[in-house]
């Protein structure tokens, strides 16, 4: 083969490995996923009061994601889980007035809208280890080096708290770090391992109360099983509301892979200058 193909055909593989060598998609939820929008597929609500529960279970959870006219792009997450729950103030539990997968101009959105009278709607949509991208399935994951972020839209609340969430073996936590932004915007945390979690039961009625203690570092969650976003929206006398048209996951190789990439940048450096 003529040199000048092999090198650059070396090129290539070595741009390959080096951009493989950036972030890598561990969760990503976004683009177009539904024709039309499309209501969440939910089991049974329970009622306690004026709360209204729609709870996975841990021991054999089922996808909180529409179970009609919804499809991933290419390359994008599928399937995600979750719980929701609504208070209302005058006892009288009631559905929330939108669950469901809605068509956005670019990216699909979960929005989430309590019903008439409603003051609080909060709950948890989560990723599942069975579900990461780029083989990360089937690796072990930990917090170090894990950057997440999301994009909050069509907001209505008097009081908001966005918070990631993580299931690190069995049980889960919540993260120190909240958004709390009353309006639209994004929230995002580079590696997640130098901020605090809190240990938090997602099954519990009700679930709008975060950890009073946020004491687990990061760098100990090792065996991560779920990523998501927790939430927590109050509005007196209305309906609270929120969009989310983005989730991702994103993961930074250890130094070591990009030390193996290096070494192959510098023998084709070696293999050129022998030419």
Request: hydrophobic letters at 35%; one cysteine or more.
């Amino acid at each position: 083969m003529n040199t000048n193909k092999i090198w650059c055909s070396m090129m290539i593989l070595s741009c390959s490995l080096w951009a493989s060598a950036g972030s890598i998609s561990l969760v990503d939820w976004s683009g177009q996923y539904v024709p039309s929008s499309r209501n969440l597929e939910l089991p049974s609500g329970t009622d306690n009061g004026g709360t209204r529960t729609f709870e996975f279970s841990e021991d054999n959870p089922v996808s909180t994601s529409p179970f009609s006219g919804y499809e991933a792009p290419t390359g994008k997450s599928d399937l995600f889980y979750g719980v929701l729950q609504n208070h209302q103030t005058n006892g009288t539990p009631a559905n929330f007035a939108a669950n469901q997968v809605a068509l956005g101009d670019t990216n699909s959105t979960i929005r989430i809208q309590g019903g008439a009278g409603d003051s609080t709607i909060s709950g948890m949509i989560f990723f599942q280890k069975s579900g990461f991208l780029n083989g990360f399935d089937s690796e072990t994951v930990s917090l170090n080096q894990v950057d997440a972020s999301f994009n909050i839209s069509d907001h209505s609340a008097t009081s908001t708290t966005f918070r990631f969430a993580v299931q690190n073996g069995t049980d889960w936590y919540l993260s120190e770090a909240a958004y709390t932004t009353n309006g639209n915007g994004s929230f995002a945390q580079e590696d997640l391992s130098i901020i605090n979690w809190g240990s938090w039961d997602p099954t519990g009625a009700p679930i709008n109360s975060a950890p009073l203690d946020f004491s687990f570092s990061g760098s100990t969650l090792n065996d991560v099983q779920s990523f998501g976003f927790y939430f927590n929206l109050e509005r007196e006398n209305n309906t609270p509301r929120f969009r989310v048209d983005s989730y991702s996951v994103m993961v930074i190789p250890e130094p070591g892979t990009l030390a193996l990439v290096g070494i192959a940048l510098g023998s084709l450096l070696l293999f050129r200058r022998r030419r």
